[in-house]
């Protein structure tokens, strides 16, 4: 599982960074304008900060829904998967050139692999493979005898 979650490191980590930095300031702006609310207002005033509070929410609410459609792996458990390799072809794709049909049980799959995946990998071989979810990338692959 760790190695699930270097790999999406490795791939995101500008989006963890640009997210993270923002939840940070977000809440650290939050408290401080609760904060100073709090001292400034009294009694019915101290009803200002409701919505203030739901503005801020909303607005990290809506970062975090950004990331979740653009990297909606971090939030799903890692694909195993285990089959037969049908197929390896050239893609014009600069992103994932290089691809795999990898027939499980009854339905063939298409997954992105780097170059020297590609490489090792022969048609017929059984392969035992973990790859990302939703993106179908994948970052191990085991060929079992």
Known sequence: MLDYYIYLWKITWLDVLAV?????????RLLWKVGNDLKRYKRWGRLLIIPRVGFWLGILGAYLLMFNLANPDWFDQPGVIQGEIQGKSLTNSSANP?????????????????????????????????ALPNHLIVYQCEVLP
Not at 20 to 28: G, K, L, M, R
Not at 99 to 127: A, C
């Open 20 to 28: 993270s930095s923002i939840t940070i300031f977000i809440i650290a």
């Open 98 to 130: 290089y691809s795999i049909q990898v027939k499980r049980g009854t339905e063939p799959l298409t997954l992105w692999v780097d170059y020297q995946t590609y490489k090792t990998l022969n048609i017929e071989d059984q392969v035992k493979i973990k």
